[in-house]
DNA sequence: ACGAAGCCCTGCAAGC
DNA sequence: TGCTTGCAGGGCTTCG
């Protein structure tokens, strides 16, 4: 479910409630994550208060006196303020008890997410260690992308979706962002122009932030959300549409295979 | 070093 | 109707 403009919406929805509140205890019920979800994560936030929350890649970092609480939402997650003595459902995995008499909870059916605590320096965990720069980083930029890519053959669009060079573009921006840009989503990143991966950049940060822009309006209130409204309304001109007339010329997109992940292009518009 | 593939898991839709 | 198959927005790990 998560792309990252859904891990920035939903960060900045449950803030609010949350933020210089007291954890009084947390519930775990599956504990049985992408990884283990501490068994003693109650014990250690415990009378803790929450003094920020940000965002690192797909992962947010909810920081304490002591450490930070690492939440990834995976493939199927999400994490939603309601009152605390809502009841759970199926896969409502992780209760967080504020001493607000709201609850942070942490769903997830596919488990593919994880919660993880992390003492001392986030930014230097194995999983953060190795990350690329932000999309909305001045780093990232088509210096960074056409530096890299020299010498790759494999496809742009594994390449623009390889953490290691920029963190956030996920399968349903990739397509999008390849598709503004006029790039063929299985060119060889290292045969990419500089001023292609320009306009990639420029499509990529415009479609992740519009993303957020009407993420944030469609969800303003996180408390009490049922978790189901949390797909963004925005126009998709290629992903989901394989089969179907182009937006722009209404040639048939196509739709193929890349690293696994389905990539849909059109073939006129896109060399 | 690089790139391809496997795997973690549940739910759902399509096809037979 | 009921079963099987494949696919889903992620990403770490292993293998060649």
New binding site residues.
Partial sequence: ????P?VVVTLQGVLPYILGKKISHVTIRNG?L?WPVPKDLSVILNNRKLESGRQR???MLFRFPHGHMMI?????GNLRVLPDDSLPE??DHVDIFFDNKVLLRYSD????GSILWVEGNPEEH??LR??GPEPFSAEFDASRLYSLSR?????VK??L?D?KNV????????NEALFLSGINPKK???RISFPAYGALVFNVIEVLSSAIEQGGTTLQDFSGNDGKS???KQELYV??RGGKPCLKCTSLLR?I??????SVYCSTCQK
């Fill in positions: 479910m998560p792309e990252l859904e049985n992408r890649s797909k992962y990834h939402l995976g493939m199927s199926k896969h059916p596919r488990r593919f194995k999983l190795n990350l010498g790759k053959v494999i496809s594994q390449f979706m953490n963190v956030g573009v996920g399968n349903i921006y990739a060889a990143a290292g949390g797909y963004f992903y989901g739709e295979r890349l690293g696994q992940r389905s």
